[in-house]
C-alpha cells in the first residue's frame, strides 16, 4: 500500500487535473449537438488560445528558471567567496517577468 500523507502528491494531482480537463473539454466539444464546421471552428479557436497560453507559460517558466541559475551561481560564488558580478556575466537582461 502507498504511503499517502500529503507529501509530495502536489505535482501529479494538478498534472492529473489540467490532463483530465483537457480530456473532457475535447469530449464536451466532440459530443456537443454542433455540426461539423461549427465544431472544426471551435476547435481551431481552442487550440489557438491553448497553444498562446502555453507559450506564455513557457516564457514564464523560463524567466523562473534563469532567476533560479542566477541566484544559485551567486550563491555558489558567495559560498566560494568569489567576488564576481555575475550582473556583468549575465547574459538574460530581463529585469521582470514575460507575464
Known amino acids: 500500500m502507498a504511503d499517502n500523507n500529503g507529501n509530495g502528491g502536489g505535482a501529479g494531482f494538478w498534472t492529473g487535473f489540467v490532463v483530465g480537463?483537457?480530456?473532457g473539454a475535447i469530449a464536451g466539444i466532440l459530443?456537443?449537438?454542433k455540426s461539423g464546421e461549427e465544431?472544426?471552428?471551435l476547435?481551431?479557436?481552442k487550440t489557438g488560445?491553448?497553444?498562446d497560453r502555453a507559450e506564455e507559460l513557457a516564457e514564464s517558466a523560463q524567466y523562473r528558471?534563469?532567476?533560479?541559475?542566477?541566484e544559485g551561481r551567486s550563491a555558489a560564488a558567495a559560498a566560494r567567496?568569489?567576488?564576481?558580478?555575475?550582473?556583468?556575466?549575465?547574459?538574460y537582461d530581463d529585469?521582470?517577468?514575460?507575464l
Request: no cysteine; aromatic share 6%; proline share 8%.
Open 95 to 98: 529585469d521582470e517577468p514575460p
Open 81 to 91: 567567496g568569489d567576488n564576481l558580478n555575475l550582473k556583468d556575466n549575465d547574459e
Open 39 to 41: 465544431t472544426r471552428a
Open 49 to 51: 488560445e491553448w497553444r
Open 31 to 33: 459530443f456537443a449537438p
Open 43 to 45: 476547435i481551431g479557436e
Open 21 to 23: 480537463g483537457m480530456v
Open 65 to 70: 528558471v534563469r532567476s533560479a541559475v542566477d
